[in-house]
T-cell receptor
Framework: GDSVTQMEGPVTLSEEAFLTINCTYTATGYPSLFWYVQYPGEGLQLLLKATKADDKGSNKGFEATYRKETTSFHLEKGSVQVSDSAVYFCALSGLGTGFQKLVFGTGTRLLVSP | SQTIHQWPATLVQPVGSPLSLECTVEGTSNPNLYWYRQAAGRGLQLLFY??????ISSEVPQNLSASRPQDRQFILSSKKLLLSDSGFYLC????????????FGPGTRLTVL
């Protein structure tokens, strides 16, 4: 079945450092791909998404490119801030009409220190 | 605009007690609705989803159940809680079909003692 694999956390960075959180997937066909962010004590918020190969999703300085050849959707940010500290989830959504189910990775915790 | 509410925000319950968590969505009609659980230090586990009133699909066998008595209301229940039911419960909705982005509520922190 469909699955998502994320790098283990926590990822600990200093403010203004470059961030990469790896995400690879296994799926039939070409699913849509998502990054969600969860701040402490809150629900998940959609950070960015890409719906087809070579699409780049971007938001709040974060970017991720849908790479079909490597089945990856790595999250990057050029300069992280303390406020970016959160848990980041990679997810995919299968194809088809009607009900759409998201498959999530286990999440990667990011800790940014001043 | 659409909003999603969950209550209570936090709950502490003894083992063996019943549970009822509620989720409501405003500003949309006939949404797909979802219940997830997030155990400490773990990812999201889809528990139930619903594509319409009275239509519930279970993803994981367990002592929890879900109901959808109204179009925009989704309830998670248990007759007798277990210690392993502790976790962060998230409700989500999406627009069917063709839009697979999900929108999450603020969550309920459940502690079973």
């Amino acid at each position: 079945g469909d699955s998502v694999t994320q790098m283990e956390g926590p990822v600990t960075l200093s403010e203004e450092a470059f961030l990469t959180i790896n995400c690879t997937y296994t799926a039939t066909g070409y699913p849509s791909l998502f990054w969600y962010v969860q701040y402490p004590g809150e629900g998940l918020q959609l950070l960015l998404k890409a719906t087809k190969a070579d699409d780049k999703g971007s938001n709040k300085g974060f970017e991720a490119t849908y790479r079909k050849e490597t089945t990856s959707f790595h999250l990057e940010k050029g300069s992280v801030q303390v406020s970016d500290s959160a848990v980041y989830f990679c997810a995919l959504s299968g194809l088809g009409t009607g009900f759409q189910k998201l498959v999530f990775g286990t999440g990667t915790r990011l800790l940014v220190s001043p | 605009s659409q909003t999603i509410h969950q209550w209570p925000a936090t709950l502490v319950q003894p083992v063996g007690s019943p549970l009822s968590l509620e989720c409501t969505v405003e500003g949309t009609s006939n949404p797909n609705l979802y219940w997830y659980r997030q155990a400490a230090g773990r990812g999201l586990q889809l528990l139930f989803y619903s594509v319409g009133i009275g239509q519930i699909s279970s993803e994981v066998p367990q002592n929890l159940s879900a109901s959808r008595p109204q179009d925009r209301q989704f309830i998670l229940s248990s007759k007798k809680l277990l210690l392993s039911d502790s976790g962060f419960y998230l409700c989500a909705w999406s627009v069917p079909p063709g839009n697979n982005e999900q929108f999450f509520g603020p969550g309920t922190r459940l502690t079973v003692l």
